[in-house]
């Protein structure tokens, strides 16, 4: 198993000198960077259906949350080895797509909702046990990601920072367009955030994203 700071690859490469100086290629730093990007912008669909839904006052829960969960994910999919990985591969993907999928029918009928029955639901999907459970959906395909990748000569906790990194940068972003969106068109707004997460999931269903 790679260590946390350092891949298997350079601590052979180290070992016996006693040094411990880990060089990232050029080549490699990108590499991760788009990891990143494309892993966490699987949060920016869904921030932003949670923006729109008048949840301002929860979005530094919804922040911390899915921050948590996008930097210790793929760290437990590193540990948790490749015969389970696998094991566990379609039912991640199967699970994470019908929260999002849910997510999506949630935010299309809280458009046609009355305002104070839109506001309650807004309150119990943003609340502690609402968001733990959307941000596990969410982040668990990247217990593959965690795993596959730490085969390769990439370090446990840079991953996981990049990943974590990303993700809240497009939750954030997500989190802000969908609330200003919304005070223009809220009905609009919810409804496209719906239709954007049911499509979203549709293609992480068949493996399109």
């Known amino acids: 198993m790679p260590h946390l700071f350092t891949s298997g690859t350079e601590q052979n490469r ?13 080549m490699a730093i990108a590499d ?16 932003f ?15 911390v949350t899915f921050g948590l969960f996008e930097f210790f994910v793929p760290l437990a999919g590193l540990l948790i080895g490749r015969y389970f990985s696998q ?20 935010a299309v009928g809280k458009s046609l909702m009355a305002r104070d029955q839109s506001q309650q639901l807004s309150r119990q999907i943003t609340s502690y046990r609402g968001i733990f459970w959307l941000a596990l959906g969410v982040s668990l395909d990247n217990l593959i990601v965690g795993f ?37 068109s809220r009905t609009i707004t919810e409804v496209s955030a719906g239709v954007l997460l049911i499509m979203l999931a549709v293609a992480i269903y068949l493996g399109w994203f």
């Open 49 to 63: 259906a949670l923006g729109a839904m008048n949840t301002g006052k929860y979005h530094a829960r919804i922040l």
């Open 14 to 26: 180290f070992g016996d000198s006693g040094g411990s100086v880990f060089l990232w290629s050029a």
């Open 87 to 106: 094991l566990i591969e379609s039912y991640a993907t199967a699970l994470g797509a019908a929260l999002l999928m849910a997510l999506g029918l949630f």
């Open 32 to 47: 991760l960077m788009v990891l990143g990007v494309i892993v966490g912008s699987n949060n920016l669909a869904v921030s």
């Open 148 to 184: 596959s990748l730490g085969l390769k000569d990439v370090p446990a906790l840079l991953l996981a920072g990049v990943i974590a990194f990303f993700s809240v940068c497009f939750a954030f972003v997500g989190l802000k367009a969908g609330r200003y969106l919304s005070r223009r």
